[in-house]
């Protein structure tokens, strides 16, 4: 089944750790992206790559850092310097075309 | 630039009742639009799109929206709501050109009353 997979679902840090995210697709889409979702504010997006070894950042990359070594692959590491990274984080991608994206069930980080 | 306003962060209506969420969007060239939904705990799943072509879109689950250039609106609706619709909707706007990345507005929380 083609898709979009996220792990884990729930990852828990102590304060000052880095953590990375995993994403994979298997959609053969060339466009990935990382949002963070917190409670009433949406979708706020992190990172996005639209080719292999390209990404640009999106409105809120602070703290955040990403690579795109290989297309199927997009990891996003949460640093020390993010201030509040407690939240959901959903990967997406997308094909030519429309801009329609699919997404990933997400990871729920919890950091203390 | 693009944006989109969601009315309402939350609506709760009766099973079987219509199902009405508000979208309205900002965007200094054509647009393309989504409304994506969104249970518990999970990622979004796009409901329909509106990219060119008839201006009244069916999704899935029963849902249509249709795009009102005028209006700059982008409702979505339902005519008959189920215990199941219980979800978070948001709709989304990107330009209407390739790999083009979306702006979505800040979701609507469905609550349907049995």
């Known amino acids: 089944d083609g898709g979009i997979t996220q792990s884990p679902k729930y990852l828990f840090r102590k304060e000052g750790q880095n953590v990375t995210l995993s994403c994979e697709q298997n959609l053969n889409h060339d466009a990935m992206y990382w949002y963070r979702q917190d409670p009433g504010q949406g979708l706020r997006l992190i990172y996005y790559s639209q080719i292999v070894n390209d990404f640009q950042k999106g409105d809120i990359a602070e703290g955040y850092s990403v690579s795109r070594e290989k297309k199927e692959s997009f990891p996003l590491t949460v640093t020390s310097a993010q201030k509040n990274p407690t939240a959901f984080y959903l990967c997406?991608?997308?094909?030519?075309?429309?801009?329609?994206?699919?997404f990933g069930p997400g990871t729920r980080l919890t950091v203390t | 630039a693009q944006s989109v306003t969601q009315l309402g962060s939350h609506v709760s209506v009766s099973e079987g009742a219509l199902v009405l969420l508000r979208c309205n969007y900002s965007?200094?060239?054509?647009?393309?639009l989504f409304w994506y939904v969104q249970y518990p705990n999970q990622g979004l799943q796009l409901l329909l799109k509106y990219t060119t072509g008839a201006t009244l879109v069916k999704g899935i689950n029963g849902f249509e929206a249709e795009f009102k250039k005028s209006e700059t609106s982008f409702h979505l609706t339902k005519p008959s709501a189920h215990m199941s619709d219980a979800a978070e909707y948001f709709c989304a706007v990107s330009r209407s050109f390739g790999n083009e990345k979306l702006t979505f507005g800040t979701g609507t929380r469905l609550t349907i009353i049995p």
């Open positions: 997406a991608s997308s094909g030519q075309g429309w801009n329609e994206q699919y």
């Open positions: 965007s200094s060239v054509p647009p393309y």
